[in-house]
């Protein structure tokens, strides 16, 4: 009866081997096949690559608030400069004092100028420039986050139409054709929010 039982328990771990096998054996030629499926993407710009395009075409890098805050600062340093130009044109035509008194004589032109030269200390502790960057820069986050958000969702919808068609091949022409232009819409949609940058580096 012992034989029996263990006879059976051999058994069924070696089904049990046998299954856990060939489930490895599915999951890794599972994995094969995506990764030969998305070996075929690997010449178009990834993610990031996009969405650094877009934040360059719209003018919304998080390096440009960065340029702002770096400026306001130096100007803080700079003094503010003030350049005067006066000439006394009365003195330029005058009449003779001496022994000629109805002569109408012409005298030296005389110009002078000065310089000024000032600076507000309180915009060492704080600028109005700084107020009017914190304004931008909210304005710019919300435009540069509504941006990555149509960014990203064009670029992996246009990606899951392209492994749709791949691995499931529509055989009707109509659909086809219907796919491919929704193809060529979204991959439109992604150059127009980066000036062109993902048609002209796509690696053929």
Known sequence: ????????????????????????????????QKQD?????????????????????AEVHPDKIKEWRKFANKKAILPNVSVGLDRYVTDYWHWDSGTSPDTLQKGKDTVSWDIAMSWDLGDLMWSSDQTAIDVRSKLMVELRDDIMNEITRTY??????????????????????????????LTADIDALTGNYFSTHIKK
């Open 37 to 57: 499926v998305l070996k075929k993407f690997e010449g178009e710009p990834t993610i990031n690559d996009v969405q650094n395009a877009a934040c360059e075409y």
């Open 156 to 185: 992996f919808e246009r990606r899951r139409l392209q492994i749709e068609m791949l691995a499931s091949p529509p055989k009707d022409l109509r659909l086809s054709l219907e796919k491919e232009l929704r193809l060529q819409e």
């Open 1 to 32: 009866m012992k034989h029996a039982i263990l006879s059976v328990m051999v058994f069924a771990l070696i089904i049990r081997s046998n299954q856990i096998t060939f489930a490895d054996e599915n999951a890794s030629s599972l994995e094969i």
